[in-house]
């Protein structure tokens, strides 16, 4: 199998543990791995004094307990709705019965920054939430611009960092960031199941909301302190987790990491060229290739890689608009056969 969905293809080393017998998770050796792996998450994303909180659990739970625990403890959000992902933020948001705005972005374009600054000022927001990438569309907004804004205006920033998270450079301390969201199949690819957030320093002492049981925040953070979670964990995914840091680091950290992805993305868009796929994206990330090809009927192109070639990409509602990962094991070869194989189907 080959899959250019999340998490991709996944090193053989990091699948085994999944077979193998686990430690208790009530014991000190479980602890040390999963203080271990704050730090190495920390550094990664360079959050210095920072804290983190691992769910069992997607991103959208992960995101679903920021609004719960601080975006509810403001008075108003102010959403950057630039796709699916983005709009999760809103309806989030509206469930919780949290006062926000929807700040529409069309399909695959960036933001226009003047106007987001004006509207962010006329909201009267006091938190804005926002995506990195928005993973629907390919499109990468950028966090520099959106941080100024927020530091000019006293306005605190929450970002998913979902897909860029190891796939673009980020530094939570530089930009000023309070929380990122992101979960483990994208850039950290190993099987989905976990979710984590990150809280700057800036965040301690702070006092949150206690509106679900589950996803509360001081509950997970007191438990976090001596290496343990208020609930049962998935405690195979938390020592992959451990375990995928660990080779992160030997592999040369996250610039080489980021590196590589750029490099993938830069050779399958050269495809794209060559099979005159359009990318929409104004601003593509390396995350992910989001194009669109003329299969806007029956998407054999979906279905042609599973049956021929036990091959996954990602499909869209938007038809003829598939997306390629460029995260997890993937090599120069296995991507020029990928996009022929793609127009192969294209063409029937």
């Known amino acids: 199998m080959n899959s250019y ?12 543990i999944g077979s193998k017998p686990f430690i208790y998770m009530r014991t000190d050796e479980f602890s040390k791995i999963n203080l271990e792996s704050e730090q190495m998450l920390l550094d990664l994303i360079h959050c210095k004094n920072g804290r983190t909180i691992v769910y069992t659990g997607s991103g959208t739970g992960a995101m679903s307990a920021v609004v719960e625990n601080y975006v509810s403890t403001k008075k108003r959000a102010f959403v950057i709705d630039g796709g699916s992902f983005g709009h999760r933020w809103y309806s989030l948001c509206q469930y919780y019965k949290v006062d926000a705005v929807d700040y529409i972005v ?3 374009q960036d933001i226009d920054y003047e106007d987001m600054e004006k ?9 804005l939430l ?32 979902i897909s860029s998270f190891l796939a673009e450079p980020l530094n939570m301390d530089e930009l000023g960031i309070d929380i990122c969201v992101t979960s ?3 850039g950290l690819n190993i099987p989905p199941g976990l979710s984590i957030l990150f809280f700057s320093a800036h965040l301690k002492g702070y006092t949150y909301n206690h509106l679900g049981y589950y996803w509360d925040f001081n509950d997970n953070l007191d438990n976090l302190r001596r290496g343990q979670t208020p609930f049962s964990p998935a405690t195979i995914l938390y020592l992959q987790l451990h375990a995928r840091l660990l080779q992160l680091k030997d592999e040369g950290g996250e610039d080489k ?3 590589e992805i750029h490099h993938r993305a830069k050779v399958f868009r050269a495809y794209c060229k060559k099979y005159g796929w359009d990318i929409p994206a104004q601003c593509p990330s390396a995350a992910i290739t989001g194009f669109q090809t003329s299969d806007t009927a029956e998407r054999c192109i979906f279905r042609g890689l599973i049956e021929a070639y036990d091959t996954y990409i990602m499909p869209c509602g938007k038809p003829g608009f598939y997306r390629v990962s460029h ?21 029937q």
């Open 5 to 16: 969905a999340f998490p991709g293809d996944i090193d053989e080393r990091i699948m085994e």
């Open 106 to 108: 069309p399909f695959a």
């Open 119 to 127: 509207s962010l000022v006329e909201s009267g927001a006091d938190v």
């Open 130 to 161: 926002c995506q990195h990438h928005e993973t629907s569309t390919g499109q990468l907004f950028n966090l520099n611009a959106i941080s100024e804004i927020c530091k000019r205006h006293g306005v605190s920033l929450v970002v998913d960092v």
């Open 184 to 186: 483990t199949q994208k």
């Open 257 to 259: 990491n980021i590196a």
């Open 327 to 347: 995260m997890g094991l993937q090599t120069d070869e296995e991507l020029r056969l990928l996009a022929e194989r793609i127009h192969e189907f294209e063409k």
